[in-house]
């Protein structure tokens, strides 16, 4: 289904400008994924919005994510964090994603922090642990892209070499070393869902070159790149893959373990932030 998103865009954007009023534009916003959610409560006088007040904005429908937008600033950037996503396996309404994102890039952010609750492949890297994507592979059947090119927003083909941005990337390094925050790294192989993997899915993925899996973030990068906004991303390990550990995976595992990195994650976000004010 092919929807033109330019018009929701322009009134998602006058939604938020009409909350934010005279606050400065947004520069960066980061997507909470599953069990994330109190990142948004480092932001300092916070504007909430509810996604139901944003036309094209989605209902979130999956556990975790709970369908807030909060303006405000962090280490004096000023900031939005979205408090739920779109996927793929949502169906129909998944180009609600494009909206989300077109939206940022037309408030004025430059940059897009992506978060997600992952699977690792590394007996060694497991629960609670933060990686950083390098590079993906998508194996989700589809591209959010696909379709006639909405050309107010960015090209018909897209470079993806960057697109895990080599420089964000670096700053990001540095500030684990900083706060003695272990930051892995990775491939992430983006799964349609909603079903986990099996272990013979498992297998393939990591004889393709993947250390990390999940069911998100791979559609919200290509539609960033697309309207040109630089992006990184960072998954907090909630579980070993299918096939490398007795526990039965499940969404409820999910949340608890995301929890438990979210902490990590907040204390390497607020020293990324006060790098982001100096470029």
Known sequence: MSIDTFPYVE????????KIGSRPAPRLALVA????????????????????????????GVHGHKGNLVYGEVSGVPTIVLMGRVHVYEGEESWRLKVMIRTMRKLGCEFLFLTNAAGSMRLEVGAGELVMITDHINFMGGNPLVGPNEDKFGPRFVDLEDCWDPQLRGILKQCAAETN????????????????????????????????????????????????LRVLGVSVITNLACGLSPLKLSHDLTMQEAEKGAAKLIVLFERFMEKIAKL
């Not at 009134?11 to 009409?18: E, M, N, R, S």
């Not at 930051?183 to 909603?194: K, Y």
């Not at 004889?207 to 791979?218: C, H, I, L, P």
């Open 181 to 228: 925050v272990p930051l892995h790294e990775a491939v992430f192989a983006g799964w349609m869902g909603p079903c986990f993997e099996t272990p013979a899915e498992i297998r393939m993925l990591s004889m393709m070159g993947a250390q990390t899996v999940g069911m998100s973030t791979v559609p919200d990068n290509l539609v960033a790149r697309h309207c040109g």
């Open 11 to 18: 009134q998602a954007v006058k939604v938020v400008q009409d």
């Open 33 to 60: 994924g599953s069990g994330l959610g109190s990142v948004a409560d480092r932001i300092k006088d916070p504007v909430t919005i509810s996604y139901a007040d944003i036309p094209g904005f989605p209902a979130p």
